[in-house]
Nanobody, 120 residues
Framework: QVRFVESGGGLVQAGGSLRLSCTTSEDTFSINPIGWFRQAPGKQRELVAAISVGGSPNYADSVKGRFTISRDNAKNTVYLQMNSLKPDDTAVYYC??????????????WGQGTQVTVSS
């Protein structure tokens, strides 16, 4: 199973910014699309951003214009720059490969995630 490690979360005031990092030792990292998911208390996990092998991004409407996903294949790392944060962005954030397959219901192993808390 592929193991991802998420980091960079924290407590921030509304309007603030955070940059999350997702890394893995998996040597096929560079040939997989990667997605950032989040799960708020009492809600289902949702895909918020994805990046293709070639670097093309895709965003959920709720974060479009505020979040930016990028990848550095040399470092086996995907980033999520989050700006203009809102209390509704409060959640545990996870990353994983093949995000659209997961979104369609495929089983996936998950890391521990990183907590993002946005205060009003």
């Amino acid at each position: 199973q592929v193991r991802f490690v998420e980091s960079g979360g924290g407590l921030v005031q509304a309007g603030g910014s955070l940059r999350l990092s997702c890394t893995t030792s998996e040597d096929t990292f560079s040939i997989n699309p990667i997605g950032w998911f989040r799960q708020a208390p009492g809600k289902q996990r949702e895909l918020v951003a994805a990046i293709s092998v070639g670097g093309s991004p895709n965003y959920a409407d709720s974060v479009k214009g505020r979040f930016t996903i990028s990848r550095d294949n040399a470092k086996n790392t995907v980033y999520l720059q989050m700006n203009s944060l809102k209390p509704d962005d409060t959640a545990v954030y996870y990353c994983n490969r093949d995000p659209f397959t997961i979104e369609r219901g495929a089983f996936a192993y998950w890391g521990q995630g990183t907590q993002v808390t946005v205060s009003s």
